[in-house]
């Protein structure tokens, strides 16, 4: 089945992205194979996807695995379709345009890539990226500035949107669901990388997702900056899967950033519970320790 498509799809509780999606995904001129709806929310949005104008497979999950284990359960299901890719959507990303997956086949097709991501931009403002790319030193949020490079090899903004050869996943695995939320992504990145996996973001063709601006905090300009997620639930998450990767992709570069950065910012807003916070989940995560979702964690 050459180039057959697979979408890995999940959701929580965003019935009205859900239909977004789904009408984006039918507008395909490269049709998938198959649509794999992973649904983990208090509002089952199962009648959405009997009604969606292509056929999908409902996957109802009454535990909240978080995005990492929604994700992997999305991911094999798209794998036991038979595809030759796997095309992984969250629930409030969708396809800028109609042919966003042909566009994304033909460039690892024309670049012998395994590995395809799109650009992420910020709904009602195309020209705005929504996650940041670091060029020569500096942070942009342009897509002009990106756009023309047609390629950024090495790096990409898992998983929104992410075209995946289906048996890349046999040789760096699925999401790890012990991380749960906020970091799965880089260290599937970090996981390809480690198995010289060819992948890159094609900066031709662009998702449409919620933007991150807000956690993003420049301390020395934009040559020194740290994310802060928005609420306490997603700081601890991202603080203690930060220093989980760091210990075990022994990121020298990230401890170093974080070691200064993180006090530099907390300090300057004069947070000292914040600095402490961050500090006892970023050392559970250099110890290994709590992980999964932590129903008691206390912010």
Known sequence: MQNTVAVAALTFDRPGDVR???????????????????????????????????????????????????????????????????WIMDDDAHPEDPSCLATLLAAAESRGLEVVVPLIVAPGEPSKLSFPFRLDGHLTHERSVVEPLGLIENVGQFFNGALIRSDVFFKVGLPDLRLFIRGDEVDFMLRLRQANVSFGTVTTVALTHPAGWGEVKELVGDRLHVLVPETPFKRFYYFRNRGYLTRKHLRLKSFVADAVGYPLYFLKRGDPKGLAQWAGAYWAGLRGAKFGPLKDQKF
Request: aromatic residues 6%; charged residues 10%; negative net charge.
């Open 20 to 86: 977004t999606l789904l009408g984006a995904l039918a507008r395909q001129t490269h049709a998938p194979h198959s649509i794999s709806l992973v649904d983990a929310g208090t509002q089952p949005v199962d009648q959405i996807a009997a009604d969606a104008p292509v056929p999908v497979t409902y996957l109802r999950s009454e535990a909240n695995l978080g995005g990492a284990g929604g994700f992997s359960y999305a991911i094999l299901s798209a794998l036991a379709s038979g595809a030759e890719w796997v």
